[in-house]
């Protein structure tokens, strides 16, 4: 059965998809020459015959039934259901027997605690959720209680898993156990635990308590205590953090299991003082499956967060989370070590991360200069750094200089504007004076191939030409002829952190270079300049450092003229695809609204790359999960301006978190995609700022490095001048208008 609205045109073009409509509905399907039923006369029932006749095989009749007793209540109907409940022979007439007799409020007792013993699961898993009411009320008489808790040892897995989520509307001491107990039995059950643990607000510290007591251990034991730890840390009572601290640690002095971990950790976070929760032994136990290279990264990231807790040893944990930034160590131990110093308030956390600066790869510098960003002290710890030549202004990347620039604090800000000059490579001159030359000239595409391949082959690609490790030229196809005359004659202007070259020292005297390609727990691979791979473990590299400098050479003006350069532009813009071509999809050089904003709308869009669509039924861009994916729009301005970048976008919370990228010229504003909970829901918010010079510009967003699913739908980017009022966004209609 299918709408007709997601049927191909093609096809409803052939067959009539309305065909029937005018022959009511589909109420009964039967073999042909069948003798009918008559149905029963159930109008003309009353009281104890209308009840009497939910005793029957047909499901429409039982339902019938059920209904009008609960339309019109009878005292008479009562005593006939609870006798149906407590002796028919047809499970499903008990059943709806039970049901009906809750439904008119007339259920008693003694019928209750039959159908807690009833002979099938339905009418017990049915009956266990019946007496939720009581359960509620408090008042349980004993014979239910009784009746109701004996079901923790039910053979049937439907019984306990609905009893589990029941007992969370009880209060009594015995509910905690009986939860504890099922748990017990059904820890390899994940729907089952999690039925437990909705049942465990009001009283989790009792529950842990019976939980840990069990012994047992594995994922869903660690699922569970970490559950509980977090319940127990909302109701804030200090003696039950310290009882669930001692219990979860009460093999004193033996190994202390990874799965424990994580609790420890909650539990320390949540306690003013942690010493209050006296785990010294467990302490120091983490510093020892920290340094042991035998057990598992994950077990040793968990370990890590326990670290950093004791002032007696605050510099010796920092010197230990320290020498986990080295590159032998795997990438997630790097990132639970970088975490956990950035909590630690010591002056010396800050210090021990820029020590392993020229040695980190081009993920862990972005995380340490993420971290430093998210304390004033330390972000003017890196000024000064920057300031001593330690850190490279080209190394920050565009986007920390420009929330440097624009930090709250007006002391980092001075500093910044002071610091942050991109400093001169000395190649300056040669790219003014080349830059008018080459725009000048009329270049040729086949020339430019040769030149090409002689050149530029061996490290790049430009559409299906080429191979190695440096970008594929073809993606420039939107920038200026200064900006790719820059890119070529002073290639260390501005680099990516990928792109940034790389030395190896392996432990056994040879050595590579290259960009790094990849990281793994155990590995590394490095790419060279001509494209090989290597592949190297990181138990044999002695050192790893970057020279800061791009893996592109200087010097192409020493044998390529102006109309070389003209002649290997052409080919670039030539190997590029062109934009893609959809209904309604139609760009356009936009222009200012009498207000001063730009309305980038998708319907105004350049559209690139493998996956990505307008969707004229929506006015958005979607299906975008290609990593050369992008939207590009032309813009014209009359005066330079400062604007606000604002968003008009929805994606689904299971494809949220991508990075994405909005760049004009050398400027880039790095942002990332929130959920706004489905695909049809729509949010705008304000996603950074940029300023632009007079002129024509062609601005691009596509998604950042890693995208993951779907980066988001996107009907509209717009460019708001600083000062103006908040922006109204516009109804369906409107955006239509402006396609």
């Known amino acids: ?337 970088l975490n956990r110093i950035a909590r630690l308030e010591s002056p010396a956390a800050i210090e021990v991360l820029f020590e392993r600066w020229k040695t980190a790869g081009p993920k862990l510098r972005q995380s340490i200069l993420t971290q430093a960003l998210r304390r004033e002290s330390w972000a003017s710890h890196l000024l000064e750094r920057v300031r001593r030549g330690a850190v490279l202004v080209a190394e920050l990347g565009a986007t920390v200089r420009q929330e440097l620039l624009n930090h709250p604090s007006s002391r980092i800000r001075s500093s910044a504007e002071e610091i942050l000059k991109l400093p001169e490579t000395g190649r300056e001159e040669l790219v003014a004076s080349m830059t008018p030359r080459v725009a000048a000239l009329k270049g040729d595409d086949e020339r430019g191939r040769a030149l090409f391949e002689t050149h530029c082959a061996v490290c790049h690609k430009a559409g299906q030409a080429g191979t190695g490790a440096g970008p594929n030229l073809a993606m420039l196809y939107d920038n200026s002829v200064e900006q790719i005359v820059t890119a070529l004659l002073d290639p260390n202007r501005a680099v990516e952190d990928k792109y940034r070259s790389y030395t190896v020292d392996l432990k056994d005297g040879e050595q590579a270079s290259g960009i790094l390609l990849n990281e793994t727990g155990s590995s590394i691979t490095i790419m060279a300049v001509n494209g090989a791979e290597q592949t190297i473990l990181r138990r044999d590299i002695d050192k790893l450092q970057t020279s800061g400098r791009s893996l592109m050479p200087e010097g192409f003006e020493q044998f390529l003229q102006p109309r070389d350069f003209a002649d290997v532009i052409a080919f670039m813009r030539a190997s590029a695809a062109p934009p893609k071509v959809f209904a309604g999809n139609k760009p356009v050089v936009v222009q200012p609204e009498n207000n001063g904003e730009l309305r980038l709308t998708a319907a105004r869009a350049e559209i690139y790359g493998d996956t990505v669509v307008f969707e004229n039924h929506y006015g958005n861009l979607g299906y975008w999960n290609s990593p050369n994916d992008r939207a590009v729009w032309t813009i014209e301005l009359q005066n330079d301006g400062a604007y606000d970048v604002w968003l008009d976008w929805a994606c689904d919370r299971r494809s949220a978190g991508n990075d994405f990228v909005v760049q004009c010229g050398e400027k880039m504003l790095n942002a990332n995609v929130r959920s706004t909970g489905e695909w049809d829901q729509y949010e705008q918010r304000k996603i950074g700022a940029i300023k632009l010079a007079h002129g024509k510009h062609r601005l691009t967003l596509r998604a950042g490095e890693g995208l993951r699913g779907f980066l988001m739908d996107l009907r509209e980017m717009r460019l708001v001048p600083r000062g103006n009022p908040t922006p109204q966004f516009d109804t369906e209609g409107d955006v239509a208008r402006l396609k």
Request: glycine share 6%; proline share 5%.
């Open 1 to 337: 059965i299918e709408h007709h609205e997601w049927i191909p045109d093609d096809f409803e073009s052939r067959v009539d998809v309305r065909a029937g409509s005018d022959r009511g509905r589909i109420y009964r399907v039967r073999p042909k020459n069948a003798a009918l039923r008559s149905p029963a006369s159930l109008h003309q029932l009353k009281g104890a015959e209308l009840a009497r006749a939910m005793d029957s095989t047909n499901g429409w009749q039982r339902d019938t039934v059920h209904r009008l007793l609960l339309e019109n209540p009878s005292k008479e109907a009562a005593p006939v259901l609870a006798e149906l409940v407590r002796s028919n022979r047809r499970a499903k007439v008990r059943l709806q027997a039970l049901c009906a007799l809750n439904g008119m409020g007339a259920l008693e007792q003694e019928t209750l605690i039959a159908a807690l013993g009833d002979a099938h699961p339905s009418v017990r898993e049915n009956a266990v959720r019946i007496s939720e009411k009581l359960l509620r009320s408090g008042n349980v008489p004993i014979e239910v209680r009784d009746s109701l808790l004996g079901l923790v040892d039910d053979p049937e897995l439907r019984v306990r898993y609905q009893l589990a989520l029941s007992l969370g509307e009880g209060r009594s001491p015995e509910i905690a156990r009986s939860l504890a107990a099922i748990a017990r039995r059904d820890l390899a059950e994940p729907d089952v635990i999690t039925a437990v643990l909705s049942s465990a607000s009001h009283a989790p510290a009792e529950l842990a308590m019976e939980i840990l007591k069990s012994g047992a251990a594995g994922a869903q034991m660690e699922r569970m205590v970490n559950h509980l730890a977090e319940l127990v840390i909302e109701k804030r009572d200090r003696d039950n953090v310290a009882n669930f601290a001692r219990a979860l640690g009460t093999n004193k002095g033996g190994p202390l299991p990874g799965w424990k971990l994580p609790a420890f950790a909650m539990l320390l976070d949540a306690a003013r003082e942690p010493g209050a929760l006296q785990m010294a032994d467990v302490i120091e136990r983490a510093r020892e499956i920290v340094q042991d290279a035998g057990e598992t990264d994950r077990n040793r990231s968990a370990a890590i967060r326990l670290l950093g807790r004791q002032e007696s040893a605050l510099d010796r944990d920092i010197e230990l989370l320290g020498s986990l930034l080295a590159p032998q160590a795997p990438p997630e131990l790097q990132s639970a070590a």
